[in-house]
């Protein structure tokens, strides 16, 4: 009678464990869909605003609706004032000089707080943190006379220079964080093997280092891509990036707003960045989890 009644109470007690971890599942899924579907609805609504007609801006259908591709036409119409394949341009070419620069001296440095002892390490580390999240506000007046005095204003160095004054801090403390858990023993092994330090290095430990290295430079490569603050004040005509152009923009009618233009533009500026996480996700998720389990 007594196994009897063991037997049901551990069946009881397993039904009960799998309702509650089914019951988690669906809280987390549920969670998961709430999330994403807050995420994507304003993506989605600038996609729609894109391709509507002009007379049909306001229109509250949630669906596709009175499609036209003259909003795109207007994005890259240089008779409306619109150079935004060379806005395109400037950007492209101002995010991906700032990535390779902060990562070429971003990993050196995070090397080094990483694997060498000195004084006020963590002090250092600290200021480079802080760095990161110093308001990019504060520094505008100081820049544009700097700039000026320095005769760079409308120039790639007066956009790029500031990038890397704000990414680099970011790229050197992830990148920290990443090679304090990396076991040490590897690069010992290749020294004994006979490779010298920066062999070592190279060979060894950049190799284990690249998912990480890798999401770093998608995330300074991105937020160089949507800076606005200092592009907007130390560009020109010539130089302007794309969140200068978008908020600058002409319209194919005097004296009106150009909202399905900008968010067409939005969505020329916004896919190729989407795809580019969707394409490396995995990379991506493998950086960023990188070293957080020994």
């Known amino acids: 009678m007594s196994t009897a009644t063991a037997t049901l109470d551990a069946a009881a007690a397993k039904s009960v464990a799998r309702r509650r971890e089914n019951w988690a599942s669906t809280r987390t899924y549920i969670s998961a869909a709430i999330i994403l579907i807050w ?3 304003p993506f989605y609504w600038m996609i729609v605003t894109a391709f509507r007609d002009v007379g049909y801006t306001f229109d509250p259908t949630p669906f596709f609706t009175h499609v036209t591709w003259d909003n795109f036409t207007t994005v890259f119409s240089e008779n409306l004032g619109n150079h935004f394949a060379r806005n395109l341009l400037n950007s492209l070419i101002v995010a991906g000089v700032t990535t390779i620069v902060a990562l070429l001296f971003g990993v050196f440095a995070a090397y080094a707080l990483a694997r060498l002892e ?22 505008v007046t100081p820049l544009f006379q700097l700039f000026t005095n320095l005769g760079w204003i409308g120039t ?7 990038n890397i004054s704000f990414v680099l801090p970011l790229t050197v403390y992830t990148l920290t964080s990443f090679f304090r858990e990396m076991p040490w023993e590897l690069e010992e092994a290749a020294r004994i093997d006979g490779c010298t330090q920066g062999q070592a290095f190279r060979k060894v430990i950049m190799p284990l280092a690249a998912p990480a290295v890798f999401t770093t430079a998608i995330l300074a490569f991105i937020g160089a891509w949507n800076e606005f603050l200092i592009a907007s004040q130390l560009s020109n005509a010539n130089t302007a990036t794309v969140t200068v152009a978008i908020a600058s923009f002409a319209g194919a009618q005097p004296h009106q707003e150009p909202y399905t233009a900008v968010m067409a533009a939005g969505t020329v500026v916004t896919i190729p960045l989407v795809i580019l996480v969707l394409v490396f996700q995995r990379k991506i998720v493998a950086g960023l989890t990188a070293g957080a389990v020994k």
Do not use: H, N, T
């Open 156 to 162: 790639y160095q007066a956009l790029i220079i500031p």
């Open 39 to 41: 995420c994507l609805i």
């Open 118 to 139: 000195f004084r006020f390490k963590f002090l250092v580390l600290g200021f480079v943190l802080g760095a990161s999240m110093f308001p990019g506000v504060a520094i």
